[in-house]
């Protein structure tokens, strides 16, 4: 790939901090250069403090970025323009680039429930507790209500997870939804989502919920995908759920940025191989 870079290749990127650890690279590359793109996409480590003065550099030499931690809301003064999606979840993780106008976008909420959908599942009057009410737990909130799923915000923070349920159903409409501290969590649950960094490496052996609850679910799914199957996966695959982890979410959000940068869907069958490519690496690599 390196031998097809030249001065006119469009350049696109993901900042943050720390970034060494991203696959959105791997994942981008590969869609550009089978999709015969003349593309590149890199990861720049840009600190908090930096990030105002790295605003003119990415304007002027990107087509298009991501943003990961800790970002996605500081870069939004910066912008010109919002979708909606980005306004309701407050965050922007994809920015486009249109001759010096910069346009927020948010795709984790379309990775999220393409990972969803993929699996064939569809969350219409099943019961969802969704753990944790921070910035991955609002996209995914947002995602259930729009497919009609029941949900129950548990979080250590009572008025942490009262506050979002309050913006959900001012955003929403929707008014039915339950909120619990953790030690408060039931067992009759249809689906259960853990959208905090509990049970990620190397805290391995943490889980974000008791063993009893998970046993009486029919899917689990966990936002994390490092390790590739934690603590919850693993339990739950004991009890006979069906696991999902966070590498579908990662994958389809950075397909829908690619779409919104270039304007063109992406064909299925180009994706499959590239998905599964990448999904077999990680189960192998990841710790």
């Given amino acids: 790939m390196m031998g097809h870079i ?5 350049l696109y990127a993901v900042i943050g901090d720390p970034i060494g650890h991203s696959m959105s690279p ?3 590359n590969q869609i550009f250069y089978q999709n015969q793109q003349n593309a590149l996409y890199i990861s720049l480590k840009i600190a908090i403090e930096d990030l105002e003065k790295s605003i003119p ?6 087509i298009g970025w991501n943003i990961t931690k800790p ?6 003064p910066y912008l010109d323009a919002l979708d909606e999606r980005a306004k309701w979840y407050q965050a922007v993780n994809t920015v486009k680039n249109v001759n010096g106008r910069m346009i927020g976008y948010n795709t984790d909420g379309y990775g999220f429930i393409n990972s969803i959908e993929k ?6 009057n099943q019961k969802v ?8 737990a609002r996209v995914a909130a947002y995602e259930i209500l729009m497919k009609d799923g029941c949900l129950t915000i548990a979080n250590r923070s009572i008025k942490k997870a009262e506050d979002l349920k309050k913006e959900l159903m001012r955003n929403t409409g929707k008014e039915e939804i339950a909120v619990c501290s953790i030690e408060e969590v039931h067992q009759n649950y249809d689906c ?4 905090t960094p509990i049970g990620m490496y190397p805290e391995i052996e943490a889980m ?9 679910a029919k899917i689990v799914y966990d936002m994390i995908y490092n390790p590739y199957k934690t603590k919850l996966l693993q339990k739950a695959e004991h009890y006979g759920c069906k696991c999902i982890n966070g590498f579908a979410m990662l994958f389809y959000q950075a397909v829908k940025a690619q779409e919104i940068w270039t304007g063109d869907l992406i064909d299925p069958n180009l994706l499959m191989p590239i998905y599964e490519e990448l999904e077999n690496r990680l189960r192998r690599e990841v710790k």
């Fill in 26 to 28: 791997e994942i981008h």
């Fill in 192 to 195: 259960i989502i853990n959208a």
């Fill in 71 to 76: 970002h996605k809301q500081r870069i939004i």
């Fill in 119 to 124: 699996e064939g599942i569809n969350l219409r």
């Fill in 57 to 62: 550099l990415l304007r002027d030499n990107f």
């Fill in 208 to 216: 974000p919920i008791a063993e009893k609850i998970v046993k009486h």
């Fill in 6 to 10: 030249k001065a006119n290749t469009r």
């Fill in 129 to 136: 507790l969704l753990i944790g009410a921070g910035g991955a």
